[in-house]
């Protein structure tokens, strides 16, 4: 039996108010592969919203970054780096363990270390070039809602890759509903 931890407890929680696939185990990864540091999940002080910026899936994205001469590095990582993935039909996919501090918002352009104090979550599409449709958006709300409450932060939280100096990420469609969050 595998232990219980945070982030079974947060899927759990999540999963009252909408489907979440446990793709740990089934996504591609490399096991020899650069890893991530682990955080105390007391660090969270928020969440940061992505986009793929196309329409590539889940399993593409994490067959990419877990391969050599990816967009981050010569050598393969050893996973998708994002924490949760939206599909295009909503549905929650969670990807990588809540304490493993992923590569997804990172930048020398703000002090601290961005990755480590944001969980992320990323969206299939392109929403600089249309609008989300509500099963992504009723997923998104959902997520938002869960964490706030889970890891204790307030709207001032809530992130879009933009916050950190990315201006095309997650689009400005999403951006502009994000704004109204904030
Ligand atoms: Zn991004």
């Not at 650069?34 to 969270?44: C, L, M, N, S």
């Not at 979550?121 to 997520?143: E, R, V, Y």
């Not at 469609?173 to 704004?179: A, V």
Request: hydrophobic fraction near 30%; include cysteine; aromatic fraction near 12%.
């Amino acid at each position: 039996m595998p232990k219980f931890g945070y982030t079974d407890a947060f899927n759990h929680r999540l999963n009252d108010k909408i489907v979440v696939v446990d793709a740990r185990d089934s996504l591609p990864t490399c096991k020899n592969g650069k890893q991530y540091k682990k955080r105390e999940i007391h660090r969270i002080k928020g969440i940061c919203i992505h986009h793929f910026g196309g329409d590539q899936s889940i399993e593409s994205v994490a067959k990419h970054y877990t391969s050599p001469n990816n967009r981050f590095s010569h050598q393969a990582i050893e996973s998708i780096p994002y924490t949760y993935c939206i599909d295009k039909n909503g549905l929650l996919h969670c990807c990588n363990d809540i304490e493993k501090v992923v590569w997804s918002q990172g930048t020398k352009l703000f002090d601290g270390d961005e990755n480590a104090d944001y969980l992320s979550i990323a969206i299939q599409g392109n929403f600089n070039k249309k609008t989300p449709n509500l099963d992504i958006m009723f997923s998104l709300l959902a997520f938002i809602k869960e964490a706030k409450y889970f890891f204790s932060f307030g709207n001032d939280g809530i992130k879009g890759h933009y916050n950190f100096g990315k201006e095309q990420c997650p689009g400005n469609h999403i951006e502009s509903f994000l704004k109204y969050l904030q």
